[in-house]
């Protein structure tokens, strides 16, 4: 059973992802993008490839799927929905998300993770937060290092 890491801790899923217009007892649904309706509540299943809209932005949630271990399009998509689109509902990765790559979701953006069967969600959590300061700006620090660190003169 795959593993969901929400806000650096291993908790309960309790959204499904169906594929289409599916009724699920007792859990909350993810759908994919062609059957997806804003005012439905359901949250949003989109491919890495997808194209921002600012409709998306009323689901409550939108899972973004990394088809492939090296197709980083998903987290540029991350980046646009947060920063340019202003979405501040849950964003989840899914799909082929390996645990080593987690800190570099976060920085782009996602609060959740669903880790395929097979993958160590200790590591993952230990890779979470690996360096203590970085240079570049991301959407949790808009600010590159050269703007945050005060110099004395």
Same mark, same amino acid.
């Given at each position: ?24 007892? $007792? ?14 509540? =359901?949250?949003? @299943? %989109? &491919? ?46 899914? $799909? ?14 996602? =609060?959740?993770? @669903? %880790? &395929? ?37």
């Amino acid at each position: 059973m795959p593993t969901l890491i929400k806000h650096d801790k291993i908790t309960q899923d309790d959204w499904e992802l169906v594929e289409a217009q599916t009724p699920v007892n $007792g859990a909350r649904r993810i759908v994919p993008v062609d059957a997806w309706l804003p005012e439905s509540g =359901d949250g949003l @299943l %989109l &491919p890495g490839d997808a194209e921002p809209d600012a409709r998306f932005c009323e689901a409550p949630l939108i899972a973004i799927n990394f088809a492939v271990f090296s197709d980083g399009r998903g987290l540029s998509l991350a980046v646009l929905l947060r920063t340019r689109f202003d979405f501040t509902g849950e964003l989840r990765a899914v $799909g082929d998300v390996h645990p080593e790559l987690l800190y570099y979701l976060n920085r782009c953006g996602f =609060d959740s993770y @669903l %880790l &395929p069967d097979g993958r160590s969600a200790q590591t993952a959590l230990s890779t979470l937060a690996p360096y203590t300061d970085y240079y570049q700006a991301s959407v949790l620090e808009p600010n590159p290092s050269h703007r945050r660190i005060r110099r004395f003169a």
